[in-house]
T-cell receptor
Framework: DAGITQSPRHKVTETGTPVTLRCHQT?????MYWYRQDPGHGLRLIHY???????DKGEVSDGYSVSRSKTEDFLLTLESATSSQTSVYFC??????????????FGPGTRLLVL | GENVEQHPSTLSVQEGDSAVIKCTYS??????FPWYKQELGKGPQLIID?????GEKKDQRIAVTLNKTAKHFSLHITETQPEDSAVYFC???????????FGAGTTVTVRA
């Protein structure tokens, strides 16, 4: 998975609790992304980062926040988890060198269940 | 924004036959089109991509074709094998854009 790890890999939580997912990369890529995957929707972009401390919203950002204090780590926080946030979350990375910044490589995913 | 539609949603083929998945996109400025394969319990993996200056690209049993005028692109898998069974996603973006827009996915089952 292109030097990308996600933690935890599985999590069960209760409605209303905060949850933080971590993405760690060893490729020194500049760009990092968080997606959610739901049946019938493919992958939808939540937030992305184009550098340390530089982040922006994707198409489904409501209820989520992100932080990137180091090149290698990108954190996704659900401020107050809801059942609609039950999903599989994927982190991806890309870089301007090599194939180009639009070529993204994905991590193994985190399966989140909100009860 | 970009809208990518993918068909069919499921595809069952006999081992050794070919499989074709088609995608259409809405943004005429899109010029990068990757395909991802996702096996059960894993993250999507890039299998092939094409840029708008190329009409076709092949990599062993996999090929992708692009028709920019009609705004559609297709994935062709020849001589299918059981290990080709997976979910396949198409996507589209503009060059040097951060955002990939994905299709909803096609579940391919190769029957032995």
């Amino acid at each position: 998975d292109a030097g990308i790890t996600q933690s935890p890999r599985h999590k069960v939580t209760e409605t209303g609790t905060p949850v933080t997912l971590r993405c760690h990369q060893t490729e020194n890529h500049r760009y990092m992304y968080w997606y959610r995957q739901d049946p019938g929707h493919g992958l939808r972009l939540i937030h992305y980062s184009y550098g340390v401390k530089d982040t922006d919203k994707g198409e489904v950002s409501d209820g989520y926040s992100v932080s990137r204090s180091k090149t290698e780590d990108f954190l996704l926080t659900l401020e107050s988890a809801t059942s609609s946030q039950t999903s599989v979350y994927f982190c991806a990375i890309s870089d301007a060198s090599g194939r180009g910044q639009e070529t993204q490589y994905f991590g193994p995913g985190t399966r989140l269940l909100v009860l | 924004g970009e809208n990518v539609e993918q068909h069919p949603s499921t595809l069952s083929v006999q081992e050794g036959d070919s499989a074709v998945i088609k995608c259409t996109y809405s943004d005429s400025a899109s010029n990068y089109f990757p395909w991802y394969k996702q096996e059960l319990g894993k993250g999507p993996q890039l299998i092939i991509d094409i840029r708008s200056n190329v009409g076709e690209k092949k990599d062993q049993r996999i090929a992708v074709t692009l028709n920019k005028t009609a705004k559609h692109f297709s994935l062709h898998i020849t001589e299918t094998q059981p290990e080709d069974s997976a979910v396949y996603f198409c996507a589209a973006s503009r060059s040097n854009d951060y955002k990939l827009s994905f299709g909803a996915g096609t579940t391919v089952t190769v029957r032995a």
